[in-house]
């Protein structure tokens, strides 16, 4: 069991926009920022978001917000290019280990 | 921009020495990078594994109950990992990946191909 938890499936139309949802607790969320990787078809992961910050070649149209121990992940103007695996991560001080969720398949219809 | 690429044995029989090294071309493995390993299940969950600095200061993951070691070779520019008493739970796609970043702000910049290691007799 993924010490992150993901939505297992998000789907949305082309221009659309969508967010996946990170959530942990104090451990994990509490002081250290959360990372987004992008997999597209069983390749090597790629970061799309570290923090706040965006990875250099990343567009602007992805964008995190936080609630809570919940870290969102919100991809405006949906593209056929964005669907992929996604993945958060963050460093869980509690474990002394850098911790994944379990991933969410972004499926563009 | 940094390439990592990873070599080694595809096929490993139970109970025997998993060995893995991760070359780093076109940065200095002297930066202030963490080289993590990383691997991959079948089922695509991702686990961190451990990362060592320049240094030679090592992390490890608790949950692979000191079965992994990594090292590092600053001369080649490559760092290893050995798993040792392999299981069918061990196979999966292991990536070498560089953490980078701003302290406080770290996130695995760049990965590895990856590599299929299947533990099978």
């Known amino acids: 069991q993924s010490a992150l938890t993901q939505e297992a499936s998000v789907s949305g139309t082309v221009g659309q926009r969508v967010t996946l949802s990170c959530t942990g607790n104090r451990n994990n969320f509490g002081s250290y920022p959360v990372g987004w990787y992008q997999q597209i078809s069983h390749g090597p992961p790629k970061a799309v978001m570290y923090?706040?910050s965006l990875p250099s070649g990343i567009p602007a149209r992805f964008s995190v917000s936080k609630s809570g121990t919940t870290v969102s992940l919100t991809i405006s103007g949906l593209q056929p290019d964005d669907e992929a695996n996604y993945y958060c991560s963050t460093w869980d001080s509690s474990l002394g280990a850098w911790v994944f969720g379990g991933g969410t398949k972004l499926t563009v219809l | 921009q940094m390439q990592l690429q990873e070599s080694g044995p595809g096929l490993v029989k139970p109970s025997e020495t998993l060995s893995l090294t991760c070359s780093v071309s076109r940065y200095s493995i002297f930066g202030d990078n963490y080289w993590n390993w990383i691997r991959q299940s079948p089922g695509e969950e991702l686990e961190w594994i451990g990362s060592?600095?320049?240094?030679?200061?090592?992390y490890y993951n608790a949950s692979l109950n000191s079965r992994a070691t990594i090292e590092i070779d600053t001369s080649k520019s490559e760092f290893s990992l050995k798993l040792t008493s392999v299981t069918a739970a061990d196979t999966a796609v292991y990536y070498c990946a560089s953490e980078g970043g701003r302290s406080g702000n770290r996130y695995f910049d760049s990965w590895g191909q990856g590599i299929l290691v299947t533990v099978s007799s």
């Open positions: 060592v600095y320049h240094s030679g200061r090592t």
């Open positions: 923090g706040s």
